[in-house]
């Protein structure tokens, strides 16, 4: 392992692989910020839709008045969309990966970004559920190698989590905490990695329990949910913010962190896989424990 230290000044241009909301609105953020901006996927007619979309939502903020019509247009200039993952990586001073959630899959990417990407290259996983030490090794540099969790919507939520693995560096976690403020961002870290990081933990705590208050009957749904806005303030109750996450997302999250840790608690709950197989997603099907 080569002992680099990364700094934040030497970060100018960075890589986003995968182009679906997550990656595209990441890369969004990251050209927002003043930053070169490449946004990389297999699949040209992905890569096509991102640009569409960020265009439309720049587009949208300066009608709205959030955004100058120039500084939008300059945050476009910034970003690339390419299928090129080879010459992406070859300029990148910092990547994040967006890809699928499939350990396989980005333990492929991370080996061939160990080997193309410029030894001083961060290489972060924005992923929700899998630990970077899963593929850290795989990259020849894992001391550069760490979690960079962003929330959905990555051009609206503030939190980004950085979780280290054992062998990250501290300079590797001090330049990407102070990227994320860089990006307008507010992060926490992490020390060790556990499943579900801080976020998914405390929100899966809060869902356990109002799943089990309406399964027994103790209160309604809509209920659970007014307590949650009224007494607790917060924004939305458990089951809007499921349907807003999409509940096949909640159940994966749920699958993967019980594959972990194998804690009965941890089990994904029936009532959440019955809606899935029925394809009630949530917000973006039109129907889930509400309809839309």
Same mark, same amino acid.
């Given at each position: 392992m080569t002992n680099i230290h990364p700094s934040i000044d030497g970060i100018r241009r960075i890589l986003v692989i995968g182009a679906g909301t997550m990656g595209s609105q990441i890369g969004l953020v990251a050209a927002l910020a003043g930053y070169d901006t490449t946004v990389q996927d297999i699949s040209e007619q992905m890569l096509a839709q991102a640009k569409a979309e960020l265009s439309a939502r720049l587009e949208a903020n300066v009608a709205k008045g959030r955004l100058d019509a120039a500084d939008a247009e300059t945050a476009l200039g910034r970003l690339d969309f390419t299928t090129d993952l080879d010459a992406a990586a070859a300029g990148a001073d910092f990547v994040i990966e967006a890809a699928t959630e499939q350990l396989e899959i980005k333990g492929?990417?991370?080996?061939?970004?160990?080997?193309?990407?410029?030894?001083?290259?961060?290489?972060?996983?924005?992923?929700?559920?899998?630990?970077?030490?899963?593929?850290?090794?795989?990259?020849?540099?894992?001391?550069? +190698?760490?979690?960079?969790?962003?929330?959905?919507? #990555?051009? !609206?939520?503030?939190?980004? %989590? +950085?979780?280290?693995?054992?062998?990250?560096?501290? #300079?590797? !976690?001090?330049?990407?905490? %102070?990227?994320?403020?860089?990006?307008?961002?507010?992060?926490?870290?992490?020390?060790?990695?556990?499943?579900?990081?801080?976020?998914?933990?405390?929100?899966?705590?809060?869902q356990r329990e109002a799943l089990a208050l309406s399964a027994a009957g103790i209160a309604s749904k809509e209920d659970i949910d007014t307590t949650a806005r009224t007494a607790l303030g917060h924004p939305m109750g458990p089951f809007e913010l499921m349907d807003l996450v999409g509940l096949d997302v909640i159940d994966f999250i749920a699958q993967a962190t019980y594959a972990e840790t194998g804690n009965e608690a941890d089990r994904p709950d029936p009532q959440v896989a019955a809606l899935v197989a029925a394809g009630r997603l949530g917000r973006k099907s039109g129907q889930g424990w509400y309809s839309y």
């Open positions: 492929q990417i991370f080996a061939r970004l160990g080997r193309l990407a410029p030894d001083h290259a961060i290489l972060a996983t924005n992923s929700s559920t899998l630990g970077s030490s899963r593929v850290a090794a795989a990259t020849g540099r894992a001391d550069r +190698v760490c979690n960079m969790h962003f929330f959905n919507p #990555a051009l !609206v939520m503030k939190c980004v %989590e +950085v979780v280290r693995h054992p062998d990250t560096s501290q #300079a590797t !976690v001090d330049t990407a905490m %102070e990227l994320a403020r860089r990006f307008g961002k507010e992060p926490v870290l992490i020390n060790r990695e556990i499943p579900g990081f801080i976020a998914n933990r405390l929100m899966g705590a809060i």
